[in-house]
DNA sequence: ATAATTTGACCAGA
DNA sequence: TCTGGTCAAATTAT
């Protein structure tokens, strides 16, 4: 219990660590892009930015491929269990114009079904911020645990159908660091969005958790750090930014990431289709800060089977 | 005004 | 049961 989900057990140890290692790798090399983002010689930097992209680009392509379990498995899991469809899980709209009226009716909190075995992946790192736009839904404290665990999922949950969700927590040891837990792949699309970005540059280092199941030591010492306010954080913003709308070398860049984005992903109503590996790679990528650049970050890909919501009572 | 967060209720699994 | 993940009303921020 008081561990986050670990790799899925179907995988072999070596592949585990040959997912990790890449994904290690993908971490260092999103780090590097957003350094070579930071203004400078702009030659130089441009070049450096689309080899570390290719090298991303490259990594989430491994991830992915490694990542996927067996078509066999797959089909089975699809075959019972009746795939709903992925897309557009509108069922509330949000809470604007639905007014705050709902007295006797009844209660839907917590109603729901758990996905199944949708694919995790652990990351380690002294930021939350990772270039996608989430909104908290809720924390927790956990047995064992200091640290609360808060829970995020991506903006375009109710706008576009995307799953993606992701566990933040403090570390123990060190709360200067956060553990954060991905889980479902983004399957919004172009999102030229402008956050607020609130980050400072606090040193960037991260790895990839592998232990399934640390047992969290308990700790004696008291840490007020409001984990709810932390760092990351997004913001949606409603105005949709146009690529047109961004610096030159930005325009590049998003040229250059769309383009792959198109060339290895599927459409977002078309998830249904994972055979064997998937091939989405730039899902939901967000631009956090027209000032000092593209903090994007690419994630590894997965295929999913969500969860879906009980409809039997009213 | 709308949008995001907080927080306790609710639910599924172990 | 108990624990952790999610919902949604109430609250706070923008």
């Not at 123990?172 to 980050?199: N, R, V, W």
């Not at 930014?241 to 977002?268: C, H, N, Q, R, V």
Request: proline fraction near 5%; hydrophobic fraction near 25%; charged fraction near 30%.
């Amino acid at each position: 219990m008081g561990s986050l989900s670990p790799w899925p057990e179907r995988l072999s140890s070596n592949k585990k660590r040959a997912i990790q290692e890449l994904a290690q790798g993908q971490e260092f090399t999103t780090q590097l892009q957003i350094l070579l983002h930071k203004p400078s010689e702009e030659g130089v930097s441009l070049l450096a930015m689309e080899l570390a992209q290719k090298i991303l680009r490259s990594f989430n392509q491994t991830i992915s491929l490694l990542s996927s379990v067996d078509s066999a498995e797959v089909s089975k899991n699809q075959a019972t269990s009746n795939d709903d469809s992925p897309c557009c899980d509108d069922r509330r709209s949000e809470n604007s114009s639905e007014s705050r009226k709902r007295p006797a009716s009844k209660d839907r909190r917590g109603r729901y079904k758990r996905k199944r075995d949708a694919q995790t992946w652990t990351v380690v790192s002294a930021t939350t911020e990772d270039g996608h736009a989430w909104r908290k839904y809720g924390q927790k404290e956990i047995l064992n645990s200091k640290q609360p665990r808060s829970y995020f999922r991506c903006t375009r949950k109710y706008d576009q159908g995307c799953r993606a969700t992701k566990q933040v927590q403090r570390m123990e040891d060190d709360p200067q660091m956060y553990q954060t837990t991905y889980s479902g792949t983004h399957t919004c699309t172009h999102l030229f969005k402008a956050p607020q970005i609130i980050k400072d540059s606090e040193s960037w280092e991260s790895q990839m958790v592998t232990s399934g199941d640390s047992k969290i030591p308990s700790k004696q010492h008291h840490h007020h750090l409001n984990p709810t306010t932390a760092p990351n954080v997004k913001q949606e913003s409603k105005e949709e930014t146009t690529p047109s709308d961004l610096t030159d070398l930005d325009s590049i860049m998003w040229k250059d990431i769309m383009a792959g984005a198109f060339e290895y992903s599927s459409e977002p109503g078309m998830v249904s289709d994972y055979g064997n590996a998937v091939y989405n790679v730039y899902p939901c990528i967000e631009i956090t800060s027209r000032n000092f650049g593209l903090d994007f970050e690419i994630k590894p890909v997965e295929f999913e089977n969500d969860f879906e919501f009980d409809e039997s009572d009213v």
